[in-house]
């Protein structure tokens, strides 16, 4: 299974960005989305998660300016980010919850994480 994240880029303060991370490979079923980001010198951090059932959960941080969605027929998951300040610079990465068949049990794949950059 390989998690691919895309559409990280450089914005300006207020601006908007959508990232994508779609999965490929044999899978069975994908239980829990989500969205984490890191910024340089700080520890890694939820900003978003979707479950199955298309239960949200945001960081209070991007609560009203971010919205995550999902896509199963696609594989994947979204991340609508408008009104970006420059604390939302760090990279981002997507985290899929895969069950891949009974020899291997659910766990978490990462993508490869993409980069954004507010400027202020």
């Known amino acids: 299974v390989q998690l691919q994240a895309s559409g990280g880029g450089l914005v300006q303060t207020g601006g908007s960005l959508g990232l994508s991370c779609a999965a490929s490979?044999?899978?069975?079923?994908?239980?829990?989305m989500g969205w984490y980001r890191q910024a340089p010198g700080k520890a890694r951090e939820l900003v978003a998660s979707?479950?199955?059932?298309?239960?949200?959960r945001y960081a209070d941080s991007v609560k009203g300016r971010f919205t995550i969605s999902r896509d199963n027929a696609k594989k994947t998951v979204y991340l609508q980010m408008n009104g970006l300040k420059p604390e939302d610079t760090a990279v981002y990465y997507c985290?899929?919850?895969?069950?891949?068949?009974?020899?291997?049990?659910?766990?978490?794949?990462w993508g490869q994480g993409t980069l954004v950059t507010v400027s202020s």
């Open positions: 985290v899929m919850n895969i069950y891949r068949g009974l020899f291997d049990p659910s766990r978490d794949y």
């Open positions: 490979g044999h899978m069975l079923r994908i239980g829990d």
């Open positions: 979707i479950s199955g059932v298309e239960s949200t």
